[in-house]
């Protein structure tokens, strides 16, 4: 996703942009940090869940998760939040 996105009025809109046009808030985008690195694609995917998951209040929808398995939940939320 490119910053300028969030302003276009065509597509379907990302979860960033309903977030922008909604609620009229402005992200730091200079403050953007990495939450992980890997190169393997599904530990990417696995990863990425992990940390949708453990947000408290993320933008992300949930739906992107929906593939996690359940035994992992345990784990998951026994870990600090991010």
Known sequence: MNISDINKKTGSPSII???HI???HNFRWNEVKIS???SSYNKRLISEMIHIRRQKQGLNRQNDIESLSESYLPIIQ???PS
């Open 36 to 38: 992980d690195s890997e």
């Open 17 to 19: 942009s309903d977030h």
């Open 22 to 24: 909604n609620l009229n």
């Open 78 to 80: 026994s870990l600090s």
